[in-house]
């Protein structure tokens, strides 16, 4: 069992999500940083939809209670196993009672932590990334116990390790393609998208909102089909960038969509950084 000893600041099992149950209501969730993820569960040898924990800003305290491999990817939150310093993307064996848990952030925003097998909560709608009301809740509880599976073997030892892509935490820009409603832009605002450095304000698994207003002259749309990656305008010049627990329909004119590639990027920025919109052709 893993057994969950401080929350950390938003920390959460996610895998790679429930694309099936769009048509019903239900957000996509999974891994915000699905790069970074995926890079976890490839240092243990997992499938790539293996459930793994997703930090945010600050990580937690985790005891784990049997033997098992772990690898951490993403942000460095300056992980420590028993008080000394583990390194990040590489695999890291785990003995009974050995105690993870993380200092100060470095760089980045968001850390998975993979266990080798994936961790083995509830299963609901093909998934088992955390979404409330599909689970009890959207991110841990103080005390929570999580099954895994047992690793007494640790031979041959591996040294395999993923170089840090510092272009993934530092890049300001982010690709977008035209969403249905840009060209309903005049020529002024879409200049504007294209050459402003928005400043990220309020943001979450929802979405990110942009400080940076955008006069918005065009009325509402017909509630239509939206995904993770989808810019909405609002009416008062808002812009937001909906993330991996947006809902799944909207009425505000979609004026871009991100890349897949952009959407983990943006998951690893924080308040107050820094964004560009660079269009795809």
Same mark, same amino acid.
């Given at each position: 069992?893993?057994?969950?000893?401080?929350?950390?600041?938003?920390?959460?099992?996610?895998?790679?999500?429930?694309?099936?149950?769009?048509?019903?209501?239900?957000?996509?969730?999974?891994?915000?940083?699905?790069?970074?993820?995926?890079?976890?569960?490839?240092?243990?040898?997992?499938?790539?939809?293996?459930?793994?924990?997703?930090?945010?800003?600050?990580?937690?305290?985790?005891?784990?209670?049997?033997?098992?491999?772990?690898?951490?990817?993403? &942000?460095?939150?300056? &992980?420590?196993?028993?008080?000394?310093?583990?390194?990040? @993307?590489?695999?890291?064996?785990?003995?009974?009672?050995?105690?993870?848990?993380?200092?100060?952030?470095?760089?980045?925003?968001?850390? %998975?932590?993979?266990?080798?097998? #994936?961790?083995? @909560?509830?299963?609901? $709608? #093909?998934?088992?990334? %955390?979404?409330?009301?599909?689970?009890?809740?959207?991110?841990?509880?103080?005390?929570?116990?999580? /099954?895994?599976?047992?690793?007494?073997?640790?031979?041959?030892?591996?040294?395999?390790?993923?170089?840090?892509? /510092?272009?993934?935490?530092?890049?300001?820009?982010?690709?977008?393609?035209?969403?249905?409603?840009?060209?309903?832009?005049?020529?002024?605002?879409?200049?504007?998208?294209?050459?402003? @450095?928005?400043?990220?304000?309020?943001?979450?698994?929802?979405? %990110?909102?942009?400080?940076?207003?955008?006069?918005?002259?065009?009325?509402?749309?017909?509630?239509? &089909?939206?995904?993770?990656?989808?810019?909405? $305008?609002?009416?008062? #010049?808002?812009?937001?960038? $909906?993330?991996?627990?947006?809902?799944?329909?909207? #009425?505000?004119?979609?004026?871009?969509?991100?890349? /897949?590639?952009?959407?983990?990027?943006?998951?690893?920025?924080?308040?107050?950084?820094?964004?560009?919109?660079?269009?795809?052709?």
């Amino acid at each position: 069992m893993l057994k969950v000893l401080k929350l950390g600041l938003y920390t959460s099992i996610q895998d790679l999500g429930r694309w099936r149950f769009m048509k019903y209501g239900v957000p996509v969730s999974g891994a915000m940083d699905q790069l970074s993820a995926v890079k976890a569960n490839l240092l243990l040898n997992n499938n790539n939809n293996c459930a793994l924990i997703e930090c945010t800003q600050q990580g937690p305290k985790l005891l784990f209670t049997k033997t098992t491999q772990i690898a951490i990817c993403g &942000a460095d939150m300056t &992980a420590q196993i028993n008080a000394i310093d583990a390194p990040l @993307n590489i695999l890291l064996n785990i003995k009974a009672n050995d105690v993870l848990h993380f200092r100060k952030l470095k760089y980045g925003y968001r850390t %998975y932590i993979a266990v080798k097998g #994936g961790f083995q @909560n509830s299963t609901v $709608l #093909g998934s088992r990334s %955390y979404f409330q009301p599909l689970t009890k809740s959207n991110v841990f509880l103080k005390d929570e116990l999580i /099954e895994y599976d047992t690793i007494n073997d640790f031979s041959p030892a591996s040294n395999s390790s993923i170089a840090i892509n /510092e272009k993934h935490f530092n890049n300001k820009f982010i690709q977008v393609t035209k969403g249905p409603e840009f060209k309903f832009l005049d020529k002024q605002a879409q200049d504007f998208l294209l050459n402003t @450095n928005f400043t990220i304000g309020i943001n979450n698994r929802m979405a %990110y909102q942009l400080k940076e207003l955008l006069p918005n002259k065009m009325p509402s749309i017909l509630t239509s &089909a939206i995904l993770p990656g989808t810019v909405q $305008l609002t009416p008062s #010049g808002k812009i937001l960038i $909906l993330m991996r627990d947006a809902q799944t329909t909207g #009425g505000y004119p979609r004026i871009f969509n991100l890349s /897949e590639a952009a959407i983990n990027q943006l998951s690893q920025k924080r308040l107050a950084g820094v964004v560009q919109f660079e269009l795809k052709n």
